[in-house]
């Protein structure tokens, strides 16, 4: 029955997509769903996730993916996603765009109360809207927001967005977890503390919160989709991996996120475990620094490249849960299949003598008697298996006569030291991981190769590299402005050969999101922008 | 006695005072911003700012101590931006648990430790002797998180009889309670064992073996009393290390204690959470200290304070 809807509603998307091809077209989608018929209700699901929760608040949740776990469950957007990634309708049933491309009319659901009781009417989008933009706020993604210039609300059931310029990713950024709508006046009245108040128009709503212990949530009896299926979904932190794995198999937790690669197996041949594995959009990278020679020259940048053996990391470290980048983007969201670069230490070498680099004493490479040295930044358990890639990649370079060393540092100081002004930065390079929440390709491509604005201030968003590519700069501004689908795919592919062939970085790979679930939980979803959606959760 | 205590327990405001100021400087030159942490990895400056001046981080190092020291003195550990929570009641709330499991890891501690001890003591180099004591090394050398999930998987994930994680009630307190304890424990039993092996040597127990006392009056009327004292000291000093150092058994077992508070304010620079963490563990340690003064006194009547 699951899938059969989720075909349905892939057919919907697909329709809804050739529908925009032509501006000014209307995307409708009929029928209100409601709980699948044949679901088990009642029961209490415990998740146990791999970080604490300390705010319930949609525009900044503190804990990622914690955070934005809760927040799928107890508010929705306008729209959301599928587990493809497929916009869906969510507070909002249908939305047109006008032919310039700047402005979006949404009709919202009728009848739809916040937990508190609060109308979610057009009002409530406008006060989200607003509350997110101001800075006081403290939202980590005002800039996911500040697109929109105006918010037009014509009747009580009639949202209009206005951009700037045409903005073809809308749906992408409405979607994205700090989209969920809170309701105004619990806003209004808890202030700074909403986070432990909060009150949306989620499946399931908050009952009790003690903030980094647990958080206990309740179903939603008036839920506008139909009555969800839990009696209750308990959230709770268990940091230690090897605690996680036991209460799985114990039974005191029904879903555990981050599974170890290693312990993978294990819980596939579990009697009452099981495993859902989906390929990941957080791509991970080892950043050159193209301020401080040799990084400089594309074909040093290139001969790490092909230096690094992508495949036996992953195959060594990861069990061969992860994806060797092919693209600038994971496979799942680049649109267009690349050619990695082999491992191929000849090539290599051949490329850096090309560069000038000569064999120096004890076959370790120099270049006009300096020789070719330079440190790693990293810190340790800030991504998966962060320092023993490092490791791996140090002793693949020392082959090739490349001195690297191991600069590590806390993980929660690495910003100081990445997002500085240039005169600032001491970096050459580091391992880095980045995930697009809103999975959206532009947003990606923009944060990570789009050229820092000023040369004398701290990178725009990501581009600790300092790449700078003019012909990248214009093809991502065109993809941003298209509101056609296939124009703005057109202009990422082509953004994103030129980005591959410049090698700004040395790719590496893009790790699958592990998650245990018990065998009798049904309808939990992993969205490859890494989070564990439980809406529509059952136990049988 | 009285003027003693008073003096005592004044003197905990000017430790609280250094610990503090030494917490606060150091907390602020490390490398990490908080604003910026809290902010999270997208934020334009314009929100880093905002949340800077929320929290008074926009104003120079001495005002933001002078206010801090000022609200101290009110009894106001201010507010963490993280948790979006006034300092005291995080710290209330996570007390407890931590207190809880030290009590508990320290009661098996000295239980099984000074039985141990005085055993292996009064049966030196038996078989028991010999056991005891390689346990206690053991128990020195095994990582806790080890022993932590070895206890896990064998009696919760194996046979059934422990649930692995969390806190409510006796049965969720056993396992971090008895892995936390083993250090303890071993350091305990090796203290009893050698200062009661001393002890016994002495001519006063001698004189009660030769006025025909038990041996059990010999050992618990008048060798133990003595061989307790060193013990005491190491216990005293423990238990403000069981306080701090569970932060490790904390996550293994998903316990909601200080401990992992602790660290997880530490990793996000939340700056007023961990002055008020250090605020707690000096006045605690402090308090426990001046206890095991005062347990001297009455385990030896040579002991005076005034």
Redesign the interface.
């Known amino acids: 029955m699951k899938r059969s809807m989720y075909s349905w509603a892939s057919l919907l998307v697909a329709v809804g997509l050739l529908s925009s091809l032509f501006a000014g077209t209307t995307w409708t989608f009929a029928g209100t769903p409601t709980a699948p018929p044949g679901a088990k209700i009642g029961g209490t699901l415990t998740y146990?996730q791999n970080m604490?929760l300390?705010?319930l608040?949609a525009v900044?949740p503190?804990t990622?993916p914690a955070g934005y776990e809760a927040v799928f469950l107890l508010y929705n957007n306008l729209v959301t996603y599928d587990e493809k990634l497929n916009i869906q309708p969510d507070l909002a049933e249908s939305w047109t765009v006008s032919p310039d491309g700047r402005r979006w009319t949404f009709k919202l659901r009728k009848g739809v109360k916040f937990h508190d009781g609060t109308p979610c009417n057009a009002e409530a989008v406008k006060f989200n809207i607003l509350r997110i933009q101001d800075?006081?706020t403290?939202?980590?993604?005002?800039?996911?927001w500040?697109h929109i210039q105006a918010v037009e609300t014509p009747d009580e059931a009639t949202v209009v967005l206005v951009t700037a310029k045409p903005f073809g990713a809308m749906l992408n950024y409405l979607a994205h977890g700090s989209g969920g709508l809170v309701s105004p006046a619990a806003a209004q009245k808890w202030g700074?503390?909403?986070?432990?108040h909060p009150a949306g128009t989620g499946p399931y709503k908050l009952q009790e919160f003690?903030?980094?212990?647990?958080a206990v949530l309740v179903r939603n009896e008036e839920y506008f989709k139909g009555k969800p299926a839990l009696d209750s979904v308990v959230l709770?932190?268990?940091?230690?991996a090897?605690?996680r794995i036991?209460?799985l198999?114990?039974g005191?937790a029904d879903v555990i996120n981050d599974v170890p690669p290693e312990l993978v197996k294990r819980l596939e041949a579990g009697a009452n475990t099981k495993m859902i594995r989906v390929p990941g959009l957080r791509i991970f990278y080892l950043g050159l620094n193209h301020l401080k020679k040799p990084f400089d020259d594309p074909r040093v940048r290139q001969a790490l490249n092909y230096a690094i053996d992508k495949e036996a990391i992953v195959k060594s470290l990861f069990q061969g849960y992860a994806l060797v980048l092919d693209a600038p983007a994971a496979t799942a969201l680049a649109g267009y299949a690349g050619k990695r670069y082999p491992f191929d230490q000849a090539k290599a070498k051949q490329l850096l003598a090309d560069a000038g680099f000569k064999p120096g004493p004890g076959g370790m490479l120099q270049k006009d008697g300096v020789p070719f040295k330079f440190t790693i930044n990293t810190a340790e358990g800030e991504y998966p298996k962060d320092i023993q890639v490092v490791e791996a990649i140090q002793n693949q370079l020392r082959q090739i006569g490349v001195d690297a060393s191991i600069w590590k540092?806390?993980?929660?100081?690495r910003?100081?030291?990445l997002?500085v002004p240039p005169a600032d930065a001491k970096y050459e390079a580091w391992l880095f991981g980045f995930n697009p929440s809103n999975g959206d390709l532009g947003y990606h491509l923009n944060?990570l190769f789009k050229s820092n604005p000023d040369p004398a201030k701290a990178p725009y968003?990501?581009n600790t590299a300092w790449y700078k590519n003019a012909e990248v700069d214009k093809l991502l501004a065109q993809g941003e402005e298209s509101t056609d689908r296939r124009k703005r795919v057109d202009s990422y592919v082509k953004a994103q050969q030129i980005v591959w062939d410049d090698a700004p970085v040395v790719w590496l790979y893009a790790v699958d999101l592990l998650v245990g679930a018990r065998k009798n939980v049904q309808g939990a979803t992993v969205w490859p922008t890494i989070f564990t959606i439980l809406r529509d959760a059952q136990k049988q | 006695m009285v003027k003693y205590l008073l003096r005592r327990l004044l003197l905990i405001l000017p430790t609280v005072w250094i610990a503090v100021t030494i917490i606060f400087v150091i907390f602020r030159l490390?490398?990490?911003?908080p604003a910026?942490?809290?902010?999270?990895?997208?934020?334009?400056r314009?929100?880093v700012?905002?949340?800077r001046a929320?929290m008074g981080l926009d104003q120079p190092m001495h005002i933001q101590y002078v206010r801090y020291l000022g609200g101290l003195l009110r009894g106001d550990l201010g507010v963490s931006k993280?948790?979006?929570?006034r300092v005291l009641d995080?710290l209330l709330?996570?007390f407890p648990a931590t207190l809880e499991l030290a009590i508990a890891a320290m009661l098996i501690a000295f239980i099984v430790g000074l039985t141990a001890g005085i055993i292996s003591a009064t049966r030196y180099n038996s078989l028991f002797d010999y056991l005891s004591m390689l346990g206690a090394i053991a128990g020195v050398c095994v990582p806790a998180?080890w022993l932590g999930?070895m206890l896990?998987?064998f009696f919760?994930?194996g046979l059934?009889w422990l649930?692995?994680?969390?806190r409510g009630g006796l049965r969720t307190l056993v396992l971090p309670a008895v892995t936390l304890s083993a250090y303890q424990m071993a350091v305990i039993a090796r203290m009893t064992r050698s200062s009661m092996l001393e002890v016994i040597q002495q001519d006063y127990i001698r004189t009660a073996r030769a006025k025909g006392l038990t041996e059990w009056a010999v050992i618990y009327g008048h060798a133990l009393k003595n061989a307790f004292i060193p013990t005491v000291t190491i216990a005293g000093l423990q238990f403000g290390f069981l306080l701090g150092g569970s932060i490790v058994v904390e996550?293994?077992?998903?316990w909601?204690g200080l401990g992992?508070?602790m660290i997880?304010s530490?990793?996000?620079?939340d700056y007023t959470m961990v002055q008020g963490t250090a605020v707690l563990y000096t006045t605690v340690c402090l308090l426990i200290n001046l206890l095991v003064d005062l347990v001297y006194s009455a385990l030896d009547p040579r002991v005076r304070y005034g």
């Open positions: 146990a604490p300390k705010s608040d900044n503190q990622y800075p006081k403290g939202s980590p993604n005002k800039n996911l500040d700074a503390e909403f986070g432990s003690t903030p980094g212990v647990q709770k932190p268990v940091t230690e090897g605690a036991a209460m198999e114990t005191e540092v806390e993980a929660a100081a910003w100081s030291y997002r944060a968003v990501w | 490390v490398p990490g911003d910026e942490l809290i902010a999270g990895e997208m934020a334009p314009e929100v700012q905002a949340i929320q993280v948790y979006g929570a995080q709330l996570r998180f999930l896990i998987l919760s994930v059934g649930p692995s994680t969390g996550s293994v077992f998903a909601p992992s508070l997880d530490i990793r996000h620079r």
